[in-house]
């Protein structure tokens, strides 16, 4: 059995690189950019008017002027018009090119207008203001988006703005998750009173689906050879195998028998933490193998501390360790890593996990309370203090 610790560094060696695709830019959403994304020009590409209102020439209201000639109007998505007498003015439109020969806008709810007349009712304005200046934001050619950033909704517009409608994204691996049993049926089936529904792929599937990665499902019953019959091929045609079940010491649990005679090299068998303890992890020349407990608290634990911290690298994504406060004392006796359900909220800056006391790995319903899971480290103390903080590993 080994620590925690030793089953994340061998599960981190052990990554895959899935290649690089191209995909329009709307489907891009939270999926991992693979080039840089540089300013086509400027940002704003023009000294662009940020208030509906009246252009000027600032040094005329320092010499006293307060009643402009209007000129014209200089309409958002209008070429550039030029104010020829630098006395008046232009009525300007947000969003529009500052016309040639201004350099201030005043607001409308500071102007008087009076037909071809602007007067000026306020004493004082800045030269320069309301006017988004070109290049203010960003110039050409600067990167705008960095290699390997998470795309999200705010670098979808930036996509947009600099025209990549084609965008070069990680490809994501092909992933099959599978559960087994002769105790399990499917969601739209009454079960047996000796019987469950399946939901232990289902929860996988949801975690993948946070990561943008697709995944079939599939359920094996455990009868040795069917099972090793139906994983020969899925190591054949999938990058990553899932299993939820089947990996502890119960006579039907093959799986750990059937991967070591289909050449699945196992890296590890049981790690020293509560839940989750029989993880067994594998690998072939082209496909990782993640098999974890199958109560349900386990499988989703493992796949949140051991499969996103592999993906991430997989994808050359760099993540950060989360930390909260504890409020509470806890006792936790086995010297054992332990991942706790934690309720989690904010104040003042500050994080703080309040534990979830739910009835053990095979407590489902105890997720949906909870915001994520604090870790609390394997240690011969039996005690962590309320005001401690630990790592998190937030699912909400």
């Known amino acids: 059995m080994i620590t925690v610790e030793d089953a994340k560094h061998i599960i981190l060696e052990n990554t895959q690189n899935f290649g690089i695709e191209e995909i329009p830019f709307l489907e891009a959403a939270g999926r991992v950019l693979k080039e840089d994304i540089v300013a086509d020009r400027d940002f ?217 005679e289909l050449g699945v090299k196992k890296l590890f068998h049981r790690v020293s933490q509560r839940p989750g303890k029989p993880f067994w992890f594998g690998t072939t020349n082209n496909c990782n193998v993640f098999a974890f407990p199958g109560n349900p608290v386990s499988t989703f634990v493992n796949c949140l501390v051991y499969f996103y911290p592999w993906y991430y690298k997989s994808v050359a994504v760099s993540s950060e360790e989360k930390t909260a406060i504890l409020v509470k004392d806890i006792t936790f006796k086995p010297n054992l890593s332990c991942f706790l359900q934690v309720k989690l909220t904010s104040e003042n800056g500050q994080v703080y996990a309040t534990p979830i006391q739910g009835n053990g790995s095979g407590d489902l319903a105890s997720l949906v309370e909870a915001d994520g899971f604090i870790e609390f480290p394997k240690t011969e103390e039996v005690a962590f203090k309320e005001g401690s903080v630990f790592p998190i590993i937030k699912f909400r």
């Open 44 to 260: 704003p590409p023009f000294n662009r008017v940020a208030m509906d209102g009246i252009a000027i020439n600032h040094r005329f209201f320092e010499y006293g002027v307060r009643d402009f000639k209007i000129e014209g109007i200089q309409a958002a998505g209008s070429p550039q018009q030029t104010l020829d007498n630098a006395a008046n003015c232009y009525e300007v439109m947000t969003g529009a090119v500052l016309p040639n020969n201004t350099d201030t806008v005043i607001r409308y709810e500071d102007v008087d207008i009076n037909t071809l007349m602007a007067t000026i009712n306020i004493d004082e304005i800045t030269e320069g203001q309301n006017i988004h200046v070109q290049g203010s934001d960003k110039s050409k050619d600067t990167i705008l988006i960095k290699k390997n950033t998470i795309i999200s909704a705010a670098e979808i517009g930036v996509l947009a703005t600099v025209g990549k409608a084609i965008v070069k994204v990680a490809k994501q691996p092909k992933v099959m998750i599978v559960s087994t049993g002769d105790e399990l049926v499917d969601v739209n089936e009454n079960p047996l009173d000796h019987q469950i529904r399946r939901s232990n792929v289902y929860t996988l599937v949801s975690l993948l689906n946070d990561l943008k990665i697709p995944a079939e499902t599939a359920h094996i019953t455990d009868e040795k050879q069917i099972l090793k019959e139906k994983i020969e091929s899925y190591l054949k045609e999938y990058d990553v195998l899932l299993f939820s079940g089947a990996v502890s010491k119960g006579k039907f649990d093959f799986l750990p028998e059937v991967l070591d």
